[in-house]
């Protein structure tokens, strides 16, 4: 089974401070991905990755930074968190291979930016 | 920009009644159309359309999709409490990304 994990379940920040979520995945998949969703807009796309080293902008790119040094994990900064970034943050992965787009997804963080 | 559409946003139906939800896409370069189901922490796939009048079926789910139309539905037949859940679509097309809907949030009342 795929395991898509992430580092924190609930998160609470205050305004201005430097946000690590981690997002580890254990089988192989080249691609990685955020999404945040709030309610009545769905889950958008922040940032994904499709190798170690390879970022690329989503839809929502905008206060946000990402870092992949290694294949399983993908990290997702705020670098001054704002209280616009309150949200659900969903990691997932995919493979390339075998024509299968399906992503995992991870469990979400809540993050609440006070 | 590629779009997905779903509708409607919501709805409440009665256990045993039988549900369509609706998912429209513009999207380049598409390779597939994808249904997720989600309740209180991530989507968890249903199914996955890449060919056009296909019907795939899971015990009372069932997806089919239109490439002419450029659209999905995903039935439930026999609606259960347990169907209750935000049913997203998403859209695949180039550089694997994926285009989410808002998602259909279905309320079954027992």
């Known amino acids: 089974d795929v395991k898509v994990t992430q580092s924190s379940r609930y998160l609470v920040k205050r305004t201005g401070e430097k946000v690590f979520l981690e997002c580890v995945q254990d089988?192989?998949?080249?691609?990685m991905f955020w999404y945040r969703q709030d309610p009545g807009l769905g889950l958008r796309l922040i940032y994904f990755?499709?190798?170690?080293?390879?970022?690329e902008k989503g839809d929502i790119p905008e206060g946000y930074s990402v870092s992949r040094e290694k294949k399983e994990r993908f990290s997702l900064i705020l670098e001054s968190a704002s209280t616009n970034q309150t949200s659900m943050y969903l990691c997932?992965?995919?493979?390339?291979?075998?024509?299968?787009?399906?992503?995992?997804f991870g469990p979400g963080t809540r993050l609440t930016v006070t | 920009e590629d779009k997905v559409v779903q509708s409607p946003l919501s709805l409440v139906v009665h256990e045993g009644d039988t549900v369509t939800l609706n998912c429209s896409y513009e999207v380049t370069n598409f390779r597939s159309l994808l249904w997720y189901k989600q309740e209180k922490k991530a989507p968890t796939f249903l199914f996955m359309l890449t060919s056009s009048g296909i019907e795939k079926k899971s015990g009372r789910l069932s997806s089919i999709l239109d490439k002419k139309e450029l659209s999905s539905i995903l039935n439930i037949t026999a609606t259960q409490t347990g169907d209750s859940a935000i049913y997203l679509c998403a859209g695949w097309g180039a550089n694997s990304k994926l285009t989410f809907g808002k998602g259909i949030t279905l309320s079954v009342r027992p």
């Open positions: 089988m192989d998949h080249e691609n």
């Open positions: 997932a992965s995919s493979s390339t291979g075998g024509g299968s787009y399906e992503q995992y």
């Open positions: 990755s499709y190798d170690v080293k390879m970022k």
